[in-house]
């Protein structure tokens, strides 16, 4: 490990190696948005959308959040459902914008044909109204904005990022095609990132039913670069056409610059019809054959979506099964699969089966299978808890707790001996390079891999953990460790010396009564918003930090409770159970940060 890493270290609990990247909710920003000085004539005379957007018919009310972008027609808003904290995406076109047939008849369409898609890999359409002064579509919101955001910041991707966002157009563009739909306007600011980094495909406004060839419209629609050359030729868009875009879509994301990029519009419709392009020798020879299968003049010449995925580009290299948000920002630092878990993942099929876990399930318990020759033990977490299902029960604990909340100026008295849960005291974030590292109350440290695998070390380190996902489960003595595992051992061992030795303990509790080191929650999620860091447990708690003035919230499950323990600046903690915060109020410093949480598990609980 590259110790130098860790030279700036301050007595803190937590050391941060990785930009911020997550953006805080809505609410939590100024209100309204900062009024740029050069705006244009008409922006000056368009009336400021209202903080309240309520749908008279169904009598739900929305808070306008920031500004998320502006299109052809509309301006995007975060907003959220103040019944329920739930975040949107709302496209708000105002009337006078469609105040002609034709104009209207193409939100129209939009809505029409968006409402019929559900794909995980379509932006999801939630439901639409209309006032006088606007119509307002509700979609799905991706925090991370789109792939044009990310090129802008990072110019050109790697091999296995353009493979993994590829992949998931892919995807949603079968789907698409599959239901007789053309995109016709793929490009990179209608891919859409959400807070997961996952893709979704949007923006329906130029999107049509597939007709035959006779039967096609004839017009020029999209965006210029990627035009295909028989739609600029006026022999209409059929699927192929859409392979063409995304064919440019590739080429954009390795080179930097789309393919037919000119400095005059009319030689760059020359080059597209010529199909006159340069390949840089720095693509790599696979890339270089697959965007020359796919940029042909002849529609029929043109790879199929399935042959694309069978290409050697995606066949022979490599891809992610997530990213990191910093990829937005900067190239990650993407490992295949180390030999450990590929090892383990044949091990698991075998012992396991390949039969899946359901996603959601409130009651989590572990099954041994089988002891292997005195070796290890392994388990399958039948039901095991998803990042999503503990920040969503949380979610609906905190709301709740929140609602009933009377008003109080201090917190209720708190209680005098709670019962012993275990949280993190250090952490460090060394995901540029390996993962997020941690130590618990009861001593045990455990590293987050990129990779998605976990191994933590327990029972003052004579225990080994290792998580191949969240539900299959190994348990080693340490001294009989196997060889696939020790890189990653070794690891956890360096990131546990760096916090024992650095860091400081980030409150006063746990040294009295420390739960038993065999309870050892494993951390399923984090992430970083600009003030606070938030964990996921498989024991359905989790925790907050909050970076500037180090105060932490714990949210610890009980049987069917929670007990929430408030660590303040002065690094005193005090436990209330949930419900006796709705009933008895807080002070205003809790109610503030329980509001701030409960709107980023909003984030997680929808992704
Ligand atoms: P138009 O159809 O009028 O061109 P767009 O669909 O392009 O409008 O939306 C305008 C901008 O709003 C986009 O560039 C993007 O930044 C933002 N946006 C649109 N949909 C979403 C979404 N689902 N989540 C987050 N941002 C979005």
Known sequence: MDSTCFNTAQRHSCQMMNPDLF?????????GQPSKPNRSKTEQIRPELAQLVVDTK???????????????????YEMTDLANNKMYAVKVIPQSRVSKPHQRDKITNEIELHKTLQHKHVVKFSHHFEDQDNIYIFLELCSRKSL????????????????????????GLKYLHSKGILHRDLKLGNFFVNENMELRLGDFGLAAKLETVEQRKKTICGTPNYL?????????????????SLGCVMYTLLCGNPPFETLDLKETYKCIKEVRYSLPPSLSPAAQKLISAVLQKNPSDRLTLDQILAHEYFSKGFTPDKLPPSACVMVPELNPPSPAKKFFTKMAKSLFGKKKSKGKVQKQHCLPLSLIKGLFLCAVCE??????????????????????????SKNPPCLVKPKPFVWVTKWVDYSNKYGFGYQLSNQNVGVLFNEGTHLSLCDQRRTVHYCLTNNKHFTFQANALPEQLQNQKHIVELMANYMEQNLMEGGDLGCDERPSPGACPLLLQWMKTDHALVMLFNNGSLQVNFYTDHTKVILSKLSDSYVLTYISRERLSSSYPLSVLGERGSSPELRHRLRYVTQLLQHYASA
Not at 58 to 76: N, V
Not at 232 to 241: A, F, I, M, V
Not at 386 to 395: D, F, H, L, Q, Y
């Open 23 to 31: 953006k805080p909710p809505a609410d939590l920003r100024q209100a």
């Open 58 to 76: 169904t009598g739900r009310s929305y808070s306008k959040g920031k500004l998320l972008g502006k299109g052809g027609f509309a301006r995007c």
């Open 148 to 171: 044009a955001h990310i090129w802008k910041a990072r110019h050109t991707l790697t091999d296995p990022e353009v493979r993994y966002y590829l992949r998931q157009i892919i995807s």
């Open 228 to 244: 295909a050359p028989e739609v600029l030729n006026r022999q209409g868009h059929g699927t192929e056409s859409d392979v063409w």
């Open 383 to 408: 039901d095991a808890l998803t990042p999503a299902a503990v920040a969503e029960a949380a979610m609906n604990a905190l709301n709740s707790c929140l609602s009933t909340m009377p008003a109080a």
